[in-house]
């Protein structure tokens, strides 16, 4: 049982908030909410909140942080077909 304890406080989280993803990005509060409305920066729904997975977040950095609206939607894709 204490191993099953210490291997789930070490796995990262599948998604994340709005905080940690701008500590990520190193990016502001405002410009991360303006990347996700137009659908720069993959990113979830969830009730009013939005999440983020850190491994399409990744991706986006990879790709060149493209910032056209849609490009978190063609990222999104290309990580998960």
Do not use: H, Q
């Not at 099953?4 to 599948?14: N, Q, V």
């Not at 729904?45 to 490009?71: F, H, M, N, Q, V």
């Amino acid at each position: 049982m204490a191993s099953d304890a210490s291997t789930s406080a070490t796995t990262a989280p599948l998604l994340i908030d709005a905080k940690e993803t701008c500590a990520l990005l190193c990016l502001g509060e405002r410009r991360v909410w303006e990347l996700s409305n137009c659908r720069a920066i993959p990113s979830f729904k969830i009730g009013k909140s939005r999440r983020y997975c850190p491994d399409e977040l990744r991706a986006w950095i990879r790709a060149g942080c493209p910032t056209e609206p849609g490009a978190g939607d063609r990222l999104r894709k290309a990580v998960r077909p």
